[in-house]
């Protein structure tokens, strides 16, 4: 999967100076990703971190916190949820 959020910017959304957890934040930014992409339901969207949607790109952001801190519980809060509702793809009826 492309990356939709630099490591940059993911850095810096985390407040991260140092590089020591660049490693770290890279795989959880590939799964904030894969969380996001796969609730709005479109694997096979054509974004990569130059195209893809800010809504998406801070819903990644917004994904990513509770996965670097460790946080328990659902990383898909409802915030981010109502962010990508308008975002899904429709249910086929």
């Known amino acids: 999967m492309v990356a939709l959020v ?3 910017e993911a850095k810096d959304h985390l407040r991260v100076t140092g590089d ?3 490693t770290d934040i890279t ?3 590939a799964m904030a990703t ?3 992409i796969d ?3 479109k694997p096979a969207h054509e974004w990569d971190e130059t195209t ?3 809504l998406i790109k ?3 952001l917004l994904v990513l916190s509770p996965l670097y801190d460790d946080s328990e519980g659902d990383p898909l809060s ?3 949820r109502r962010i990508l509702h308008r975002q899904r793809d429709p249910a086929l009826a």
């Open 6 to 8: 630099t490591l940059a």
């Open 20 to 22: 020591d957890a660049d």
């Open 27 to 29: 795989l959880k930014v």
């Open 34 to 36: 894969d969380i996001v």
């Open 39 to 41: 609730y709005i339901e």
């Open 52 to 54: 893809a949607p800010p």
């Open 58 to 60: 801070a819903a990644i």
């Open 78 to 80: 409802d915030p981010v």
